[in-house]
């Protein structure tokens, strides 16, 4: 599992006060950013090997508002890679309270700059070994 903290900026808040929902998912990117950073292979190496990553499907459950200047600890696991797709899941967390604030996924795919689906086993075994080796365990969230 891997922990990224994002600190809610004022331009993040609506006239309400809280963060716009569609930050969240901003967020996300910037945690999962990290997060291959953190593992050795990030964007700027995938983009020197050829490899895009898109983003094929998001899904967000919003449990608790935040607000400016709140501390949001975000929690990313590996939830499935089978090769082509990579699913990634992701906890928010109010860093001060502990509240739960988001649950949510990312679904992204593997393909070469030409828009075409690749396979990391055959083309990038280093990066499809180091994917497998972080699948999570099975959650229990529906």
């Given at each position: ?133 972080l699948v999570a ?6």
């Amino acid at each position: 599992m891997h922990e990224y903290i994002h600190k809610v900026c004022y331009h993040e808040t609506d006239k309400m006060g809280i963060t716009h929902h569609s930050n969240y998912i901003r967020w996300m990117e910037e945690a999962r950013v990290d997060f291959l950073d953190h593992i050795g292979y990030g964007y700027a190496r995938m983009e020197q090997d050829g490899i895009i990553s898109p983003v094929i499907g998001v899904e967000c459950q919003y449990k608790q508002p935040t607000t400016f200047s709140d501390e949001v600890r975000i929690q990313l696991e590996v939830e499935e890679f089978r090769g082509v797709r990579l699913v990634i899941r992701y906890t928010m967390f109010n860093h001060r309270t502990g509240a739960l604030v988001l649950t949510g996924k990312t679904r992204h795919c593997f393909t070469n700059v030409q828009g075409r689906p690749i396979q990391l086993k055959k083309q990038f075994p280093e990066l499809d070994a180091l994917l497998k080796s972080l699948v999570a365990p099975a959650s229990d969230e529906n």
